[in-house]
């Protein structure tokens, strides 16, 4: 079975998307799990993960390494984190940051067997309350269905430091459906752009629609 590196924890095995189970034998989504050499790898889904699909539209810039401490907003029931974990390592942390009770009943399920995984039952505009907990993270990481997507990276910016990246699914319905989604796109981008420089910007069609995934530096 062939496998290639990618990025840091991050593989493609039989030319699909890969990480290394942190949590060996353990499914999160009902992806498949493969062996080679000895080692457990979980499957990515593009459909699936934003993240993965940024990938595999050509990212050039990941940030999420070994030992990284990621601040990861909207983590609903730990797909995407999930992976984000195994990235990690048992040297890194993923704080995540979720608001809605029953995704967070699944999500602890996940962090069970996940050590570096941290739920955090709270909403992402209400950063004060989990700063002190999360500390200076060295990623921060927003996925998440709300009309003021931009305010809420700004306020969970003040955590990072300059230099620090940000990987952002911004979704254009969910800031205005009435709007073209280049129109709420660049809108979004000006809203964070005292806060931000702009790295990477990537179409996530055909995996998810009128979704734009953007990586930010911190200024």
């Known amino acids: 079975m062939q496998v290639q590196k990618i990025f840091d924890g991050v593989f493609r095995v039989e030319r699909k998307l890969a990480t290394i189970n942190l949590s060996k034998g353990e499914k999160v989504y009902g992806e498949d799990l493969v062996t080679a050499d000895g080692t457990e790898y979980r499957l990515w889904n593009p459909y699936r993960s934003k993240l993965a699909a940024a990938m595999l539209k050509g990212l050039k810039h990941m940030e999420i390494k070994k030992g990284s401490r990621v601040l990861y ?7 995407t984190c999930s992976h984000v974990s195994d990235i990690a390592g048992e040297t890194g942390e993923v704080y995540c940051i979720e608001i809605s009770e029953r995704s967070m009943r699944d999500l602890i399920k996940i962090c069970e067997h996940r050590s570096n995984m ?14 002190d907990e999360v500390g200076t993270p060295d990623v921060l990481y927003q996925d998440i269905a709300a009309r ?16 620090s990246y940000a990987y952002v699914a911004i979704k254009s319905q969910s800031i205005s459906v009435s709007k073209n989604p280049k129109i709420v796109y660049k809108e979004f981008l ?16 055909p995996f ?7 990586v930010l530096r911190k200024r």
């Open 208 to 214: 998810d629609k009128m979704h734009l995934f953007v």
């Open 190 to 205: 000006k809203a964070v752009s005292a806060h931000f420089e702009t790295v990477e910007s990537i179409s996530l069609e």
């Open 73 to 79: 907003l909207g983590a609903a029931t730990g797909t």
């Open 118 to 131: 941290l739920p955090i039952l709270e909403d992402a505009r209400n950063n004060e309350k989990y700063a």
């Open 148 to 163: 003021d997507q931009a305010q809420i990276l700004i306020n969970n910016s003040r955590m990072l430091a300059k230099g």
